[in-house]
């Protein structure tokens, strides 16, 4: 019975074969992708909306006023073109939006879109790419035939360095379907049959990586730089954020934004949620700025962790985070102190916060030398006042910062001996690692030599600074370790009225000093 049952299976294996060949044959015949594309992967993933209700307008994106006032043109040429085409103007067949992560670079796209009330469609570059060659060509035809057919009509793609990255690289063994994905988006942005009435806006933080081709006017006419808001775009961001928020009365958005350099819209918008579930987690009715506060320490130094007890740790990080905070207060062009914290935090066992006094567009070097005294100070202090037997691992993170920092003025901004040089390769610098291992370091032994020597002067220099404030101010020194001690963290206004009791003579002194040595280090 059992070899009867397998002589009859054997034989319908051919049959049950042949017809479901044909039955793959024909549903790949019905789908627009094309004959060889079954189950319809060839068709475009990207999410429709007739009338997109994205939720968002250009109210609710703040800090990025420079690319709203150029989607404002677009919007405007899809509600009225013909405004636009009596003086002969053409309709721009791409933006490319480029930035850091996080700086609203999608909620702009959204934002387009629930202002001009036009057809929209949505998707990432990443679904273009599949395992079967030709997949993401059909897709892009796919979704530029949908396009046309709702002309006028956006098209947003995010992270496009997925699929337009350079061709011909020959780096990482290359990539067929890649490369025809890119081929036919570029034959659909500016090919033969033209492609009126459709906007491609596109998204990236890579745009060194895409194909020049991509770039070239006619395809993306536009780049727009979204960037990393200034401290007013900052306030401006929080006002929205803080918008269905019960703040406290004594908070101050814009002292908030003095607090966050370098913090984009996203950053902002999860600060703000940081604090209200801090201020919900202690049982508060409204946020107050303890909560903000105590949100920012978390997002840029990490969980708050055990409190370190009475014992000679505690007084040596005591010590630690007073001279950091003593030796940039007396550094010229150094920010003032925020706070020193004996609270540890991610890998820190006491913080020293520093409040910028203007967004460090521009630094001078006069600022970056006074950096590098501050980042110096707790190790000074440490050497000073313990010796030099008990000097710790603690400044191990200050040092990798500082040496950075100092290379940084030599190859970088020509403040050096050496002058204003660039010394190192472009491509050494780039974030693509790739590039960066390819590249070649042509740079002279005799000038790597000097290199080294001028950083180590700077730093030399700057730690000789760290130790005569942390040997001149002794008792000012003794005073505010003793009240950190008993209050565990000290505001900026306490530190500087302590340190103005001991330091209202020789403060000037001492800037005086440090001043020749600052400009010719």
């Known amino acids: 019975m059992g070899l009867a049952i397998l002589d009859l299976l054997g034989n319908l294996a051919f049959p049950l074969i042949l017809l479901g060949s044909l039955f793959l044959r024909s549903s790949s015949l019905n789908t627009p992708g094309g004959p060889n594309l079954p189950f319809g992967l060839g068709r475009s993933k990207a999410k429709f909306q007739i009338e997109p209700n994205t939720g968002v307008t250009f109210d609710d994106v703040a800090g ?17 073109p013909e405004k636009f085409t009596a003086v002969g103007a053409r309709i721009p067949k791409g933006v490319l939006l480029v930035g850091p992560p996080g700086t609203g670079k999608t909620l702009l796209a959204k934002a387009i879109a629930g202002e001009a009330r036009v057809p929209f469609f949505s998707l990432s570059g990443s679904e273009f790419i599949e395992m079967f060659v030709g997949v993401g060509a059909s897709r892009v035809r796919d979704l530029f035939n949908k396009a046309k057919e709702n002309s006028p009509c956006l098209v947003f793609i995010d992270e496009i360095d997925a699929v337009g990255r350079q061709r011909g690289t020959g780096i990482g063994g290359g990539n067929d379907e890649r490369e025809q994905t890119l081929n036919q ?34 395809r993306f006419d536009r780049q727009v730089a979204v960037g990393l808001p200034d401290i007013r775009g900052r306030e401006e961001i929080l006002k929205v954020h803080s918008k269905n928020k019960k703040l406290d009365k004594d908070v101050s958005l814009s002292v908030i934004a003095m607090r966050t350099p370098g913090f984009s819209g996203a950053d902002l918008a999860n600060l703000m949620n940081e604090a ?8 508060k009715e409204n946020i107050t700025l303890k909560e903000i506060d105590d949100s920012i320490d978390r997002i840029v130094a990490g969980m708050e962790g055990t409190k370190m007890t009475d014992g000679k740790s505690k007084i040596l990080v005591a010590y630690y985070e007073i001279g950091h905070a003593v030796c940039a207060t007396l550094t010229p062009g150094h920010d003032p102190v925020q706070k020193v914290t004996l609270i540890p935090r991610g890998q820190a066992r006491g913080l020293t916060w520093f409040m910028p006094g203007e967004d460090p567009a521009l630094v001078s070097k006069q600022q970056v030398f006074a950096r590098i005294v501050g980042g110096l100070g707790g190790r000074a202090a440490e050497e000073i006042i313990f010796g030099e037997p008990e000097i710790t691992t603690g400044a191990a993170g200050d040092l990798q910062q500082i040496t950075q920092i100092a290379k940084q003025m030599v190859t970088m901004f020509g403040m050096s001996d050496i002058g204003p040089w660039a010394l190192t390769d472009p491509a050494v610098q780039s974030s693509d690692v790739v590039l960066r291992m390819l590249a070649r370091n042509s740079m002279s032994e005799k000038l790597a030599e000097d290199i080294d020597k001028s950083v180590k002067k700077i730093i030399d220099s700057a730690y000789e600074i760290a130790k005569t404030h942390i040997r001149n101010n002794r008792a000012a020194i003794d005073k505010l370790v003793d009240v950190l001690l008993d209050k565990e963290t000290l505001m900026g206004d306490e530190f500087r009225a302590i340190l103005s009791e001991f330091t209202d003579t020789s403060m000037d002194k001492n800037k005086i000093n440090t001043v020749p040595e600052l400009i010719t280090a």
């Open 185 to 218: 988006l570029l034959t659909e942005m500016d090919g033969f049959s033209g492609n009126s009435g459709v906007i491609v806006i596109a998204a990236t933080n890579r745009p060194e990586i895409l194909d020049a081709a991509l770039l070239r006017p006619g």
């Open 276 to 283: 209200a579930i801090l201020a919900g987690r202690r049982g």
């Open 64 to 80: 990025v006023e420079e690319a709203k006032q150029d989607f404002q043109e677009i919007v405007e040429f899809l509600k009225s």
